[in-house]
């Protein structure tokens, strides 16, 4: 067993336009990943001013979500095909003009094309900057720098919803991208100047079939889970399960072509042979899973239940996130001491605390109460999300970088999308039961949330189980051929020096 690396061993810290170029790369990200959740509080609104009804208005996540099952598949064969400066001002010139269409949209419709358009960029971001830094980072500092992407991962969609329940509270909804609008312009003009060539662009082939049946398998799971929430309300004119096994089938028939493919699959799926990749992604996938029906069904309980406004609900999620991005850098530093398992298994445990108590929330319970159980859930995803996506990618060998970023991204869309339309859909069912046994509308309300936190409970046990099986990555192999071989295919030629 190797020694931990001491003063004189340890690399230097990374030169600095390798940390001006990481910096520009999560800073864009955290900007085009606050777009997920900025719409959770604002549907009730649009659906006013635009006067359309709520099966119509949820196409505005739906559609987002759709379009990120959609790209993110592909990435994996852009970040080998392209330059990173390419697909970074691919990224931000979409998402830029995907929030100019929505902030002048007059209409549903081309506000719905100005979300699709945004999240083609915010696909393309998050796979580049995982890469990136997997790529340039040095293995014994990397838990310091995946700690910031867990920040754009897990921060920005949990203070999505304060910073849209503050900017409704006194403004229009299309400030809500009038405000982000400068931020990604700048991103792009910085990133046009800042951002420099440091990839070696292989002659990757694109698998036109394999295109297709990515774009059917993921969209039709995920289309089909996100409507199972809408499906229990009786709001859906497709059954879920249509879409759904669609989805699946495909999914089968796109696994067994890139099987077939080899080294010129879309998806290289041999990370998978990878027992701790495999392991670090069903892990990403729960907390996913958790993190974001969590935030779906807390509005819903605020608003409805307890009656706060729009403000009210987006203060009360702010210390969660907040605490996230505070606790992101000290989990880097722990990651890089002691390894995934002592930092997931304790923190899974606290999820489980935290679930337990947001599932004893009623119609007289305190702010304060949901205030400190959200900051506990919090502290305990903060806890697991660095570890998970460093675990992952360092479980694959450098040459597989893009793809197992990309396949961890996926993986967390479809997941998220589970988790919502597990937690809405259990949340509905649960109301409905209590209604019918007699209660009243709030009441119903309050039972049916307390039996979707209680989703999240077992969601918190398996992850507990699961994380026995963490151990940290083996430090990646150097090429068959000695230092001098050439860079593996899609690896960054310019790493950081020792």
Request: with cysteine.
């Amino acid at each position: 067993m190797s020694a931990a690396p001491t003063a004189s061993t340890a690399p230097a810290a990374l030169p600095p336009e390798h940390r001006r170029l990481i910096t520009l790369l999560v800073v864009s990200a955290f900007v085009v990943i606050l777009n997920e959740t900025i719409m959770s509080v604002a549907l009730p609104e649009l659906m006013q001013d635009l006067d359309i009804p709520a099966t119509t208005a949820q196409w505005l996540t739906t559609g987002f979500l759709l379009t990120m099952a959609v790209v993110i598949p592909i990435t994996g064969f852009l970040l080998q095909r392209f330059e990173i400066r390419q697909v970074f001002i691919a990224a931000m010139t979409a998402f830029t003009i995907g929030t100019l269409i929505a902030a002048t949209a007059p209409g549903f419709a081309v506000l719905l094309v100005g979300r699709i358009v945004q999240a083609i960029g915010t696909a393309l971001m998050m796979p580049l900057l995982m890469t990136t830094v997997m790529s340039l980072v040095p293995e014994v500092r990397r838990g310091q720098v995946m700690s910031v992407i867990s920040i754009v991962i897990s921060v920005a969609p949990a203070i999505g919803p304060t910073i849209s329940g503050v900017v409704l509270e006194v403004l229009d909804w299309r400030w809500m991208f009038w405000l982000v609008l400068p931020c990604a312009v700048l991103s792009l003009a910085v990133g046009a100047r800042w951002v420099q060539n440091v990839t070696a662009p292989q002659g990757a082939h694109l698998d036109v079939l394999s295109v297709v049946l990515s774009a059917i398998a993921f969209s039709g799971v995920v289309y089909g889970l996100s409507s199972i929430g809408e499906a229990a309300q009786g709001h859906t004119p497709i059954p879920p399960a249509i879409p759904i096994a669609v989805g699946v089938v495909t999914l089968a028939l796109f696994v067994r072509r890139q099987l077939s493919l080899g080294d010129r699959a879309l998806l290289d799926l041999r990370v998978f042979s990878s027992p701790l990749f495999c392991v670090a992604a069903l892990l990403a996938g729960l907390t996913m899973m958790t993190l974001l029906g969590a935030l779906i069904v807390l509005p819903i309980y605020l608003q409805d239940v307890l009656d706060a406004s729009t403000l009210t609900t987006g203060l009360i999620l702010l210390p969660g996130g907040l605490v996230m991005g505070l606790l992101a850098p000290f989990v880097g530093r722990a990651y890089d001491r002691v390894g995934p398992r002592p930092l997931v298994l304790p923190a899974s445990l606290v999820v489980i605390v935290a679930m337990v108590l947001l599932a004893m929330v009623g119609e007289s319970t305190a702010k304060g109460f949901v205030i400190a159980a959200h900051v506990v859930l919090s502290i305990g995803l903060a806890l697991m999300f660095t570890p998970l996506l460093t675990t992952a990618l360092g479980a694959v060998p450098p040459q597989r970088y893009s793809h197992g970023s990309a396949i961890v991204s996926t993986a967390q869309q479809v997941a998220g999308a589970a988790g919502a339309a597990v937690f809405i859909t259990i949340m509905t069912r649960g109301a409905t039961a209590a209604s019918d046994d007699g209660a009243g509308d709030v009441q119903a309300l309050a039972e049916g949330v307390q039996h979707a936190m209680l989703a999240g409970v077992v969601l918190a046990v398996l992850c507990a189980i699961v994380a026995f099986f963490l151990r940290r990555p083996a430090p990646p192999q150097p090429p068959a051929d000695g230092p001098g071989a050439p860079a593996p295919d899609g690896a960054l030629t310019a790493v950081a020096a020792d």
